[in-house]
């Protein structure tokens, strides 16, 4: 049973010192209660309180390292939807490769995996792992492969094989290099377990369901082995989407151990359709790690730009810096445009003006990452706002015109925009940014 505030205080040692970064212990103890806060943080915590705590305090979806250097994180989640509080580490991305396919195949997938780039509001996006899967019977040349992928694609790697012997000699061969060994069965685990313990790896576990998967994972976890991922055994994306729905809700709801870990999952339907459903499903639904079939820049793209929507902090807007900035390449006199620093509006804004074929300067204030509309509601972008932010920046002194645009759907502002800026005349631009093209080249600006 999951331990309230008020029992957890009792536990703690009720001086109010506040180098825990509370004011009181209560306080504190409120926080642990609800994970947001680490028994670590209290410096007096009593060796009670430790064995306690200690265990109910960690996240129900336990946090998992990859890559030399744990430079990939999955798991410690703690919510159910996004909209609860955030979900923590985006489900990573891997592309396979078999020790099968031709030499060129390879070497064209490991430069494509490396080179990668996707730019989206403002972020650049990249693979996150290279999948090996054995398919042929020769141990060395598989093991060969995993080592060149290592090092080609400096991705953390998903080591897959059906025979045990093979996947052991691989772990021992990536030692240290915190690989995903893929996947230990009932019948397989005697072998694994040792591989992934002695050599630094993570142990991914399969079963034909979920009872003996559990069983599994409860034996692993009292043998002292704690690096697992669930590679859940289902047939259709229906029934998986199900099971991994109540896995997650069993350890986040019924703190159920055993099924808190990140999923593995190997998407391959053999078709690009039921690839993407499949992919989507995985994503939208807790996916640790998901391992596509091939390199698909399209396959890709949808599928990053669906985890970047999911994986953003909806308590923390996705905003640009606020300052002048150049599109193209403006001069003094270029057209000045303002906008807010909502990403999405600014590179919207942006992108239209310079597919007008014009330079100009866009003046981004502070909104905190507020659209036009609801930024101007909240009163974080008027015409006093957005005057007092060009004098702070020294647009007067930047551009020698003394015309700014301004969002059609603001056009209210514009009287007392003039006022801030004596001197200056006002312009009101289209409401919508895909008009901002045709008002341009209207206006021959």
């Given at each position: 049973?999951?331990?309230?505030?008020?029992?957890?205080?009792?536990?703690?040692?009720?001086?109010?010192?506040?180098?825990?970064?509370?004011?009181?212990?209560?306080?504190?103890?409120?926080?642990?209660?609800?994970?947001?806060?680490?028994?670590?943080?209290?410096?007096?915590?009593?060796?009670?309180?430790?064995?306690?705590?200690?265990?109910?305090?960690?996240?129900?979806?336990?946090?998992?390292?990859?890559?030399?250097?744990?430079?990939?994180?999955?798991?410690?989640?703690?919510?159910?939807?996004?909209?609860?509080?955030?979900?923590?580490?985006?489900?990573?991305?891997?592309?396979?490769?078999?020790?099968?396919?031709?030499?060129?195949?390879?070497?064209?997938?490991?430069?494509?995996?490396?080179?990668?780039?996707?730019?989206?509001?403002?972020?650049?996006?990249?693979?996150?792992?290279?999948?090996?899967?054995?398919?042929?019977?020769?141990?060395?040349?598989?093991?060969?492969?995993?080592?060149?992928?290592?090092?080609?694609?400096?991705?953390?790697?998903?080591?897959?094989?059906?025979?045990?012997?093979?996947?052991?000699?691989?772990?021992?061969?990536?030692?240290?290099?915190?690989?995903?060994?893929?996947?230990?069965?009932?019948?397989?685990?005697?072998?694994?377990?040792?591989?992934?313990?002695?050599?630094?790896?993570?142990?991914?576990?399969?079963?034909?369901?979920?009872?003996?998967?559990?069983?599994?994972?409860?034996?692993?976890?009292?043998?002292?082995?704690?690096?697992?991922?669930?590679?859940?055994?289902?047939?259709?994306?229906?029934?998986?989407?199900q099971t991994v729905t109540i896995a997650r809700r069993a350890a986040l709801k019924d703190s159920v151990k055993a099924m808190g870990y990140p999923h593995l999952c190997f998407v391959d339907t053999g078709d690009p359709l039921g690839d993407i459903s499949?992919?989507?499903?995985?994503?939208?639904?807790?996916?640790?790690?998901?391992?596509?079939?091939?390199?698909?820049?399209?396959?890709?793209?949808?599928?990053?730009?669906?985890?970047?929507?999911?994986?953003?902090?909806?308590?923390?807007?996705?905003?640009?810096?606020?300052?002048?900035?150049?599109?193209?390449?403006?001069?003094?006199?270029?057209?000045?445009?303002?906008?807010?620093?909502?990403?999405?509006?600014?590179?919207?804004?942006?992108?239209?003006?310079?597919?007008?074929?014009?330079?100009?300067?866009?003046?981004?204030?502070?909104?905190?990452?507020?659209?036009?509309?609801?930024?101007?509601?909240?009163?974080?972008?008027?015409?006093?706002?957005?005057?007092?932010?060009?004098?702070?920046?020294?647009?007067?002194?930047?551009?020698?015109?003394?015309?700014?645009?301004?969002?059609?759907?603001?056009?209210?502002?514009?009287?007392?925009?003039?006022?801030?800026?004596?001197?200056?005349?006002?312009?009101?631009?289209?409401?919508?940014?895909?008009?901002?093209?045709?008002?341009?080249?209207?206006?021959?600006?």
């Open positions: 049973m999951a331990l309230t505030g008020l029992k957890i205080q009792k536990l703690l040692p009720k001086t109010n010192c506040k180098e825990c970064g509370s004011n009181t212990c209560m306080a504190f103890a409120m926080k642990l209660a609800a994970k947001k806060a680490d028994l670590s943080q209290c410096p007096y915590a009593s060796e009670e309180a430790k064995r306690v705590l200690g265990a109910a305090s960690e996240p129900p979806v336990k946090g998992i390292a990859l890559g030399s250097g744990s430079i990939l994180k999955l798991g410690e989640e703690t919510v159910l939807y996004r909209h609860e509080k955030t979900f923590v580490h985006q489900t990573a991305l891997a592309i396979n490769i078999d020790d099968t396919d031709s030499a060129d195949a390879i070497d064209a997938t490991l430069r494509q995996v490396r080179e990668y780039v996707l730019e989206r509001v403002g972020e650049t996006i990249r693979i996150d792992m290279v999948a090996v899967t054995q398919k042929s019977t020769d141990c060395d040349s598989f093991i060969a492969l995993a080592r060149k992928a290592a090092e080609v694609s400096q991705r953390p790697l998903v080591i897959r094989s059906s025979d045990p012997g093979s996947l052991a000699a691989a772990a021992g061969a990536l030692k240290g290099q915190r690989c995903v060994l893929a996947s230990a069965t009932p019948e397989s685990i005697d072998n694994l377990l040792p591989a992934a313990r002695d050599n630094g790896h993570i142990l991914g576990v399969t079963a034909p369901d979920a009872n003996t998967l559990a069983a599994m994972v409860v034996k692993i976890r009292d043998s002292g082995f704690n690096d697992l991922l669930l590679q859940f055994e289902t047939h259709s994306v229906s029934e998986h989407f499949a992919a989507t499903a995985e994503i939208n639904k807790y996916g640790g790690i998901c391992v596509l079939p091939s390199f698909d820049p399209a396959l890709l793209a949808t599928l990053m730009t669906l985890r970047l929507n999911i994986y953003t902090d909806p308590q923390k807007p996705i905003q640009v810096e606020p300052k002048v900035y150049p599109i193209g390449d403006p001069e003094p006199s270029s057209p000045v445009f303002v906008t807010t620093n909502f990403s999405l509006t600014y590179f919207i804004v942006s992108g239209e003006i310079e597919n007008s074929g014009t330079s100009a300067w866009l003046v981004v204030p502070e909104c905190e990452g507020m659209s036009v509309l609801t930024a101007w509601a909240a009163g974080k972008f008027s015409g006093a706002t957005i005057g007092k932010f060009c004098k702070e920046v020294g647009l007067e002194k930047q551009v020698d015109t003394r015309e700014i645009i301004i969002p059609g759907h603001v056009a209210q502002i514009s009287g007392e925009l003039e006022e801030a800026l004596p001197g200056w005349s006002i312009a009101v631009g289209p409401p919508e940014a895909a008009d901002l093209e045709s008002y341009i080249k209207s206006r021959k600006i």
